[in-house]
C-alpha cells in the first residue's frame, strides 16, 4: 500500500538497524511496535485506551520521550485530544529485550544488531473497528495501514534478512519466539523446525546454542522466547516464563563465553 498512515495521518515508517558496524549477535523478532497514545474527547472521555499513532523513533524503542512524540501530532478542532498511553503500551519489548536477553548475556544494545519479520508497525485487529468508527464519527482522514500479515515473510524478505546477517557478521542469532522460527529459520535448517518447542522445553535443552549449517547461511542460534513470554506481558505461558527465568538466572551469563 502506497504511504500508509496511523490515524491522525503520521507514515507508517520502515524500522532497521541503525548503527551497521559489526555486532556479536543478531536479533531476529516478529514486527515492529508503535508509539500508542490515549484518545480523549473534548470532555475527556476515554475514545480508545491505546491508539498506534507514529512508528518508533528506532527498532525495539525503549519508549522514552512518548509525551513529546505525541504531542507533535495534529489532532483535529473537535476531534479531543491525544495523551501517552503509559509504559505499559510505549516499549515494554525494547525495555523487555535489554532486561531479559542482552543483559543476561553480559551484553549490551551496540553488541546486538536488531531486526524484525515484518519490520514496520501493523493495525490491531482488536481496534479496527473503533478506530474505523471513531475516524467517521469525528470526519478524520480514514487511516490505512494494514493489519499484520498471513505470511510474515517471503523469500524476497528472507533473502533481505540473509544480507543482514551476513552485514553484521554475528556469529550468533538470537530468535525471538515461534514466528522467526517458522518464518525464517525453518528453511534453512536440515531438520526442518518449525516453532520453540521444536528445539526443547524443559531446563535442559531451553536456551542452548544449535548450529545452522546451510549454503546460503551456516550460524549459531539461540532460540529463545518472544518478550512478551520473559516480561509477562499481556497474555504470556507461565511455562515458558519459568523456563527463560532459569536461563537467565543459571544458563545465560556464561552462554557467548
Known sequence: MDNPLFPFGQPIKTLTQEDRTPKKVFVLGVYASAVHAKWLDANGKVLINALAVASEPYIFWRGENAETIISKIPVPQGAGSLISAGERFNGPSGRALDEYFIAPLKLERKDAWLCDLVPHSCKN???????????????????????????????????????????SKAEVL???????????????????REKLADFGQDKETYGKLHQISHPDISIKVLPLVHPRQAAKLGLYSREWNELHTDWVNNHAHGLLG
Open 125 to 167: 485487529t482488536k481496534q479496527a473497528k473503533a478506530i474505523k468508527n471513531a475516524e467517521k464519527n469525528y470526519s478524520l482522514t480514514p487511516s490505512n495501514f494494514q493489519e499484520k500479515p498471513k505470511a510474515l515473510a517471503d523469500n524476497q524478505r528472507r533473502q533481505s534478512i540473509l544480507d543482514e546477517i551476513k552485514e
Open 174 to 192: 538470537i530468535t525471538l519466539g515461534d514466528e522467526p522460527i517458522k518464518w525464517f529459520l525453518s528453511h534453512f535448517d536440515a531438520e526442518k
